[in-house]
């Protein structure tokens, strides 16, 4: 009888060492342990859309440094289109953050983003905005084919928010009317300049770049049924990154909820 107890007591002790040690395995060692993985001297590069620039120099990239001084964080930011060409070329990058799935399929379907990290993460609206002091007579998007002088956007060709303002536009019947007085911008922050300045009596873009600047004034949001698919930001590591555990680190850190607070904070809107 004693024998089969402390055969029992045995495979009690056997058991939880196996459950102990699956969940270091599923949760990780460094979270199991309640500590953070050294990644002293370890490098993140990012790439990401133009529009995303201020909450990442601002808040995001300084807090992500903070939690894990060794690591350095340099970002490059475009247009998603210039920045597909420049990954595409050899830009050393460890995290994409797009402003369309667009340019984000074509580099998964190249095999150079690695699809399983791929995560359809944050939405954005397209807005009509003016020069703060501007009194033009303006209340929706159907006023655009009235405006005698310059409209920016971006360039649709390799610029995402130019490619959702065309398809307002086109949608709205007004693309072909209003094409020769467009002024097309290398990036959204181009577009917004243009309109800060006064050098386009009016533009269109994401509604987290018009909240960046007192220099201009939203007139109204692009009409739902103009849009055929909501304003999406992915975001993958790349296949080929450097740092494996630093690159993870700052895509966990991205998906946490003080940072997703931080977008909401810039005007962001979490894709659920």
């Given at each position: ?35 953070e993985p050294d990644l002293d001297g370890q490098e993140v ?29 340099t970002a490059t930011y475009a247009s998603s289109g210039d ?132 220099d201009v004034k939203v007139i109204c949001e692009a009409p ?49």
């Amino acid at each position: 009888m004693k024998f089969s107890k402390k055969m029992l007591i045995v495979a009690i002790i056997a058991i939880v060492a196996i459950v102990c040690a699956s969940s270091v395995v599923s949760a990780g060692l460094f979270d199991f342990l309640g500590g953070e993985p050294d990644l002293d001297g370890q490098e993140v590069n990012l790439a990401a859309a133009a529009s995303l620039k201020n909450v990442f120099d601002d808040k995001l990239i300084p807090m992500f440094e903070e939690k894990y001084p060794g690591v350095t964080v340099t970002a490059t930011y475009a247009s998603s289109g210039d920045l597909q060409t420049q990954i595409e070329n050899g830009l050393e990058t460890d995290v994409f953050m797009s402003a369309a799935n667009k340019q984000m399929n074509a580099l998964a379907d190249e095999g150079i983003v690695d699809n399983d990290t791929n995560l359809q993460f944050l939405e954005n609206k397209v807005v009509l905005i003016v020069p703060a002091d501007s009194d033009i007579n303006m209340t929706s998007f159907d006023d655009i084919k009235d405006v005698e002088g310059n409209i920016a956007i971006g360039d649709p060709e390799s610029v995402p928010a130019g490619q959702y303002a065309k398809e307002v536009l086109t949608n709205l019947g007004m693309w072909d009317e209003i094409e020769p007085k467009l002024s097309l911008g290398t990036d959204v922050t181009a577009v917004l300049n243009q309109v800060a300045q006064g050098s386009a009596d009016c533009g269109i873009v994401y509604s987290t770049d018009a909240l960046s600047t007192d220099d201009v004034k939203v007139i109204c949001e692009a009409p739902e049924d103009a849009l055929d698919t909501p304003v999406i930001y992915p975001i993958a590591s790349i296949k080929d990154t450097n740092d494996t555990e630093a690159t993870q680190a700052f895509m966990d850190f991205l998906q946490s909820q003080e940072a997703k607070d931080v977008f909401v904070e810039y005007g962001f809107t979490l894709h659920e």
